[in-house]
């Protein structure tokens, strides 16, 4: 995540025919990416794609931020310094291989 330079929200990601996101705005104004893949068993042999295309970069006007979630299933969250009014909860069940 990092910080918008024109006060709008932007949303960049990397998509193809097998690695797409289902990308919804709720009422509430909750912003939610989720992974909506149309992988074959067989894709998941193999080499990862590069880790530039299994990244997804949230930026965001700082005034906006009253309360701030984010979570996710396989990568680190990274975050520059921010101004919250609210609350934040930051939660990342990545797996780490041994």
């Not at 970069?57 to 009253?66: C, D, G, H, K, R």
């Given at each position: 995540m990092s910080i918008s330079e024109d006060n709008q929200i932007h949303l960049v990601y990397f998509e193809?025919?097998?690695e797409t996101y289902d990308i919804t705005v709720s009422?509430?104004?909750t912003l939610t990416v989720t992974s909506a893949g149309n992988k074959?068993?067989?894709d998941y042999v193999g080499t990862k794609p590069s880790a530039e295309n299994r990244k997804i970069?949230?930026?965001?006007?700082?005034?906006?931020?009253?309360t701030l979630t984010l979570s996710t299933t396989n990568e680190d969250i990274s975050l520059p310094s921010l101004?919250?009014?609210g609350g934040i909860s930051i939660s990342s069940n990545e797996f780490v291989k041994e």
């Open positions: 193809n025919s097998k009422d509430e104004n074959d068993w067989t970069s949230l930026q965001i006007p700082n005034a906006l931020i009253n101004t919250v009014t």
